[in-house]
């Protein structure tokens, strides 16, 4: 069974960057999706970037053009580069995996880790 750990979450100003990197333990990686979700104080858990078997990710439009994700297969370990953050970013971001197609339904996801705080700061 895959377990998934997050590392890299932080403080930073706005404008700045963070690099996320999610490390995936027991299962093969490879046939998965795998997916950032974020969860703000509040709000409900919404999808970052999904990253299909073959490679593709798929963003979400609030962070298209400031994010960007890739899987490493052989390393097993999902990362996700965050530049020009803003407050609105801040939230627990968590990494997860699914079989099949990717989903933005978070209910769809079986394997989660546990989260990493990201906070930015205006």
């Known amino acids: 069974r895959m377990q998934l750990e997050e590392s890299g979450g932080g403080s930073v100003q706005a404008g700045g960057s963070l690099n996320l990197m999610c490390s995936a333990s027991?299962?093969?990686?490879?046939?998965?999706?795998v997916a950032w979700f974020r969860q703000a104080p509040g709000k409900e858990r919404e999808a970052v970037v999904s990253i299909e078997v073959n490679g593709r990710p798929n963003y979400a439009y609030a962070v298209k053009g400031r994010f960007t994700a890739y899987r490493d297969d052989p390393t097993k370990t999902l990362h996700l580069q965050m530049n020009a953050l803003k407050p609105e970013d801040t939230a627990v971001y968590y990494c997860?995996?699914?079989?099949?197609?990717?989903?933005?339904?978070?209910?769809?996801?079986?394997?989660w880790g546990q989260g990493t705080q990201v906070t930015v700061s205006s």
């Open positions: 997860a995996a699914k079989g099949l197609r990717c989903s933005e339904d978070s209910g769809e996801y079986r394997t």
């Open positions: 027991g299962d093969a990686f490879s046939p998965y999706c």
